[in-house]
């Protein structure tokens, strides 16, 4: 099937045989245990609704897939994958969970991080020798800066070093890091692939056989698996997952232009492609906490990747680090009308000066 367009890949995979009579959806598979001698043997173990999904999602990313209870379940499966104590690089710019996970684990001597600079290219190399992980982001959370991804991967591997690549905020549609060389990339499900803010859910995906059964024996082992009732929500929605990425990208540019001009707005941060945008104001976090009050369209909370579109500034998240200004308003661009989204931005932007 790899031969089609990613659209397709999202609309006619996970499906059940075409058969006469059976059924073109899958149903959700409850059952916790299944008859000795077949493929299926106990619930934690394997799931027919998970295994729709992940077929899915290894088709997107070229490789094959498991899911987990969430994101950041899949971000542990994936650390597991080095020695307790093992020396990993990974970039401050990291989702703000991933951070407090890591922080935790050094905490409490099971991983030694070493915090690194992604837009000092040279700073992060050299930081790889004597490290048995690479773990980054690309764009970066929330300041939407671009990686030299493919450095990055090609530096590691001359090293033998595990690359894994949350690809949350790029998306199999706009980078492939598993083509580019990387071992494992991680996706949050419950943002843009699964598109709704309805539930929570993750993946790892790799191309290597021997990770995908270590994957698989921590996912089996360490308990973090997914509902099949959100595994089946998620197969719904990533069937969507290219049209609305397409819409909501097309929005996003669109609305790029316009802020850029917009007096309220000091700076606009855009990677040049996807649906987020990061914008900061001249009046500081108080006109930004106006510009949120104000908005009608607009959904003043966090996450991203849903139909929905949703704001918030940052630095409200305890955790964020200095580094990331006061008055900066992370946006998710959903799938809403452009020029509603606009008139309401504008609207908004208009009283966060008042
Ligand atoms: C949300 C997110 C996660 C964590 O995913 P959960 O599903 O919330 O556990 C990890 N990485 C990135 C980039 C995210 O946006």
């Excluded at 108080?286 to 929905?308: F, H, M, P, R, Y």
């Excluded at 704001?311 to 308003?329: A, F, G, K, N, Q």
């Amino acid at each position: 099937m790899s031969q089609y367009h990613p659209e397709t890949q999202a609309i006619i995979g996970g499906r059940p045989d075409r058969a006469p009579g059976a059924a073109v959806n899958g149903g959700i598979q409850l059952s916790s245990t299944f008859y000795v001698g077949g493929e299926n043997n106990y619930g934690r173990y394997n799931n027919e609704t998970w295994q729709d999904l992940e077929a899915v999602l290894g088709k997107l990313e070229n490789g094959q897939a498991l899911i987990y209870a969430s994101g950041l379940a899949a971000v542990t499966a994936a650390l597991d994958l080095i020695p307790g104590g093992g020396k990993f690089v990974i970039p401050t710019a990291s989702y703000l969970g991933t951070g407090a996970l890591i922080a935790e684990l050094e905490k409490k001597g099971r991983v030694k991080p070493i915090w690194v600079d992604i837009t000092k290219t040279d700073e992060v190399i050299a930081a790889l020798d004597g490290a048995q992980m690479l773990y980054f982001e690309s764009p970066t959370n929330p300041l939407l800066d671009v990686a030299e991804v493919q450095k990055f991967i090609d530096a590691a591997r001359m090293r033998k070093i595990l690359v894994v690549v949350d690809n949350t905020f790029a998306t199999p549609l706009n980078q492939k890091p598993l083509d580019m060389g990387a071992d494992v990339v991680i996706h949050s499900l419950t943002k843009a692939i699964s598109g709704h803010s309805d539930i929570l859910l993750g993946t790892a995906i790799t191309k290597s056989a021997d990770l995908y059964e270590k994957l698989l024996v921590h996912r089996k082992f360490h308990g973090s698996i997914a509902g099949p009732f959100e595994a089946w929500l998620a197969l719904r929605g990533v069937r969507t997952f290219p049209l609305r990425l397409r819409q909501a990208s097309e929005s996003a540019a669109i609305l790029v232009e316009r802020l850029k001009k917009d007096p309220a707005i000091s700076r606009v941060r855009y990677p040049g492609f996807g649906f987020m945008i990061s914008i900061e104001f001249h009046g500081g976090a108080v006109a930004a906490d106006k510009a949120l009050a104000a908005a009608k369209i607009w959904s003043n909370a966090t996450s991203l990747g849903g139909v929905e579109s949703l704001w918030e500034r940052r630095r409200l998240h305890p955790e964020e680090p200095d580094t990331v200004p006061e008055s900066l308003i992370r946006m998710s661009v959903g799938c809403e009308h452009v020029e509603d989204l606009w008139s309401d931005l504008a609207q908004a932007l208009l009283s966060s000066g008042k």
